[in-house]
């Protein structure tokens, strides 16, 4: 069975720029999460998913990040315009509810902002 | 004060070695508690869940004290292959929302 897939694996851009990353969760996965890890760091969540709803964006800095779930199953999660201090790994996850919120993640998408 | 905190390490033992290291975390509502193992430059996987009676996986050990709202992972004879980032994380049950420590890093040297 496939796992979480991202892509890109790697982005370099310069600051003012727009990115866009995308996430496929595990097949059946009604949950999906976006998080970012700074170096040293744990992840932090940004936005949660349960089929195509955002229940908790309360971390998501609004005013350049935005992400969606249209159709309840891959996902896209954008910056506009990036800045310095967005360069991180952004993580996918994807949970099942029934299964006591375990979650798998993604390789994650390198984010680089020069 | 953050959620869950831990010792950041780094642990370098010898291979053979037992290791152990705790987290604490605030938040006396929390429901659920795993730990994860982070490689260098790779996602978390998940390592093993923590039950509240203690549970063994291997030659992992994981223990939850309630009272004193801390969990600890204990790992036996460690392998080369057991040099990671171990990040403990508790679950929020009501909002389904994980907070993740920032790692303890263990190197085991041969």
């Known amino acids: 069975e496939a796992g979480v897939v991202q892509s890109p694996r790697y982005k370099i851009i310069e600051k003012k720029q727009p990115v866009a990353f995308w996430c496929n969760p595990i097949s059946g996965h009604n949950t999906l999460y976006w998080y970012r890890q700074n170096l040293g760091q744990g992840p932090e969540l940004l936005i949660r998913?349960?089929?195509?709803?955002?229940?908790?964006d309360s971390q998501l800095p609004k005013d350049r990040f935005s992400a969606e779930r249209l159709k309840g199953v891959d996902s896209t999660l954008k910056i506009q315009p990036a800045e310095l201090g967005d360069s991180a790994v952004y993580l996918c996850?994807?949970?099942?509810?029934?299964?006591?919120?375990?979650?798998?993640f993604g390789a994650g998408t390198r984010l680089s902002v020069l | 004060r953050k959620e869950v905190e831990q010792d950041p390490g780094p642990f370098n033992v010898p291979e053979g070695a037992t290791v152990a290291f705790n987290c604490t975390y605030s938040?006396?509502?929390?429901?659920?508690f795993f730990w994860y193992r982070q490689d260098c430059r790779k996602e978390p996987k998940l390592l093993m869940s923590v039950y509240s009676s203690g549970n063994e996986d291997g030659r992992f050990t994981a223990q939850l004290n309630r009272a004193s709202q801390y969990i600890s992972l204990l790992i036996r004879d460690s392998k080369l292959s057991d040099s990671a980032t171990y990040l403990c994380v508790v679950n929020d049950y009501d909002d389904y929302k994980l907070s993740f420590g920032a790692g303890t890093t263990v190197t085991v040297r041969a």
């Open positions: 938040n006396s509502a929390s429901q659920s």
């Open positions: 998913y349960e089929n195509e709803e955002a229940v908790d």
């Open positions: 996850a994807s949970s099942l509810r029934s299964v006591g919120n375990i979650q798998y």
